[in-house]
């Protein structure tokens, strides 16, 4: 470390933190009135049911989020074409032979040092470390899930032809209640994976003081250079 | 019975009704089938122009509970149907023939009118071991089935068991019972689901099919759209109740009594496909949720598995009878909890050195500033 000059680097672009913070609060919005769907509490309403509508509201929002949800995603996608290379679509799929090995030798290098703490010294990785990216893609396909069976239950409830693209899915599962089933056991999926997430940056932040937090917000992370 | 076969009304005349009697009567089928007003000039042509549809009526594994629901079937009066306007040729409960003489009709009903009798089809075929745990006069059901399945017009699975298996499918399984659609291929089937299915849509499927001699629009199970397009849920009049969130909490609680929704007490209307709420049973006069019970989602694909019928998730397999998908996802969040704990505490023993590391090498540029100002 010694002789060494921290610089910083502008690593995630506006798109990609808008969509960060805008997935983020979906995801929250989603889970929460997911399991309130999933498990209703007991509401002290009093009076004749057409005064309220309370769980319909709770259901309203969680409708609204999820297209919210299905569009920021479909624009991350997008993102991952045109925006920078640290928002780029191989940082999470890496599909050249050498890209693969690449990202698999700094994977097995972070489950050294990060991880298992095999390793103290810390690592250098400026965009997403290749384990994270792998594991983003993971969450890019648990985000596909959701909106597939989701759409897919809210087709017979809708005219619009989006939900009704994804109408396939709930012959195909067997039926509303496996669709439901499996729609509710992948939200575990998204509150284990923000537990270990959120742990994660305070971690690296900790550890290591490049501003990996900050960067979500400003979009800089902090290197360090040798001169 | 030589020359052209008789159309429905020309039947109908020889056994003294009015051109009246059989107009209304025309409009009791129409309104079964879900047909609107428009359409009844076209029922009326084809039972004015159309001979008596041929119709076989098989039974295999099933508790005839089908059949108890279509006898049941208030509005196009059922013995009309059966005895008059279709020509039920064979079916083992109903019918006063027995033994080779049964036989004989069911053959005589496949060879005369090949190509052009109805199959129906109540109750699932068992596919283990040959098909040998359901066997009528000598034959496997398996046989039977495809047999009457290659030459007929058009299929019609009753019920669950026909359309999904029904209880005979459920874990394990140990016949093998499947439902007709995965063992014949080529042939237009309607799947009529339900434990058993209301008699009303079991009627209003065959008034289509005799009406227009085509099958009625079908969703992706397979299931007339007319009646299975809409969820339990969607037509219960205690939906209110739950768009307000007012639940019944315990089966004999105050909320039960003033009628509240069910949903917490596992009531399947939200995943189910079918007319209860509309038709409701026995000449319309209730159906489970107005009864009290929720709904067990009886025309859905397993829903035998899908149990305990009291709670909305589905016991977890392999984990238990108690265990659901929550539980399950609390212990998995609570390891990730313990996990982010001990991760925690491992990085300030491991990385103890690298954190003071920094800290210190912060430290004198503080210092140098200080010196400056000073």
């Known amino acids: 470390m ?146 597939v069976t989701g759409f897919g239950m809210y087709a017979a409830m809708s005219d619009a032809w989006l ?34 997430h959120v742990y994660l940056v305070f971690y690296h932040d900790y550890v290591e003081g490049r501003g990996v937090i900050s960067s979500m917000a400003g979009g800089w992370k902090f290197v360090e250079r040798r001169k | 019975m030589g020359g052209a076969p008789l159309s429905i009304w020309e039947q109908a005349r020889l056994q003294g009704h009015s051109r009246r009697d059989f107009l209304q009567f025309c409009s009791w089928l129409a309104a079964a089938a879900g047909i609107q007003a428009s359409g009844l000039s076209q029922v009326v042509h084809a039972l ?33 149907i059966i005895l008059d306007k279709i020509s039920l040729d064979y079916t083992e409960t109903l019918q006063a023939a027995a033994g080779h003489q049964a036989e004989a009709a069911l053959h005589e009903t496949m060879t005369k009118h090949k190509g052009e009798y109805l199959m129906l089809v109540e109750g699932s075929v068992p596919s283990e071991a ?80 005799l009406a227009f001699e085509r099958i009625p629009q079908l969703d992706g199970l397979g299931r007339p759209k007319a009646f299975y397009s809409r969820r339990v849920h969607d037509t219960c009049y205690r939906r209110p109740n739950y768009d307000a969130g007012l639940f019944v909490e315990s089966f004999d609680d105050e909320n039960a ?28 006069v209730s159906y489970p949720i107005q009864s009290g019970h929720g709904c067990i989602g009886c025309s859905e ?5 899908n149990g305990p019928f009291y709670r909305h998730l589905a016991s977890f397999p392999g984990f238990g009878i108690e265990t659901t998908a929550d539980t399950v996802g609390v212990a998995v969040g609570a390891v990730t909890a313990a996990g982010i704990a001990a991760h925690a505490i491992t990085t300030n023993i491991r990385k103890r050195k690298v954190i003071a590391e920094g800290i210190s090498e912060s430290t004198p540029a503080t210092k140098g500033e200080g010196e400056s100002h000073g």
């Open chain 2, 48 to 80: 004015d122009t159309k001979p008596r549809l041929p119709v076989v009526w098989f039974h295999f594994q099933e508790c005839t509970c089908c059949s108890e629901s279509f006898i049941r079937s208030s509005h196009p009066i059922v013995s009309d």
């Open chain 2, 130 to 209: 040959d098909g040998v745990y359901c066997c009528i006069a000598g034959r496997t059901a398996l046989d039977i089935v495809r047999e009457a399945a290659a030459d007929a017009k058009a299929i019609v699975a009753w019920g669950s068991c026909a359309s999904n298996g029904c209880i005979q499918a459920s874990r394990p399984n140990p016949t093998g019972a499947t439902p007709i659609h995965q063992l014949i291929s080529g042939k237009p089937t309607i799947n009529v689901p339900g434990c058993p299915p209301i008699a009303e849509v079991m009627a209003g499927t065959i008034v289509y099919l």
């Open chain 2, 257 to 284: 009594k003033r009628g509240y929704c069910l949903y917490k007490m596992g009531c399947r209307g939200p995943v189910t496909y079918n007319s209860c709420g509309v038709i409701r049973w026995n000449n319309g």
């Open chain 1, 2 to 147: 010694n002789g060494a000059t921290i610089e910083r680097v502008y690593v995630w672009q506006l798109p990609v933190r808008l969509y960060h913070w805008v997935n983020a609060a979906c995801v929250a919005t989603l889970a929460v009135t997911g399991y309130m769907i999933g498990r209703p509490m007991t509401v002290p309403v009093i009076g004749e049911a057409s005064f309220s509508y309370f769980f319909g509201w709770v259901r309203f929002i969680h409708f609204v989020a999820a297209f919210v949800f299905f569009f920021n995603f479909l624009g991350r996608i997008y993102w991952g074409f045109a925006g920078n290379r640290y928002a780029h679509w191989d940082q999470f799929l890496p599909l050249t032979p050498r890209l693969l090995r690449k990202q698999w030798r700094e994977a097995v290098e972070v489950m050294k040092v990060d991880i298992l703490q095999a390793k103290v010294e810390p690592m250098e990785s400026v965009g997403h470390n290749a384990l994270a990216g792998w594991t983003y893609f993971l969450s890019f396909l648990a985000f596909l899930f959701q909106s």
């Open chain 2, 301 to 305: 694909a397993s829903f035998w598995d």
């Open chain 1, 163 to 196: 939900p009704h693209m994804f109408a396939w899915i709930v012959p195909l599962m067997g039926g509303d209640f496996a669709v439901r089933q499996w729609h509710h056991m992948m939200m575990w999926f998204f509150i284990v994976f923000s537990m270990i």
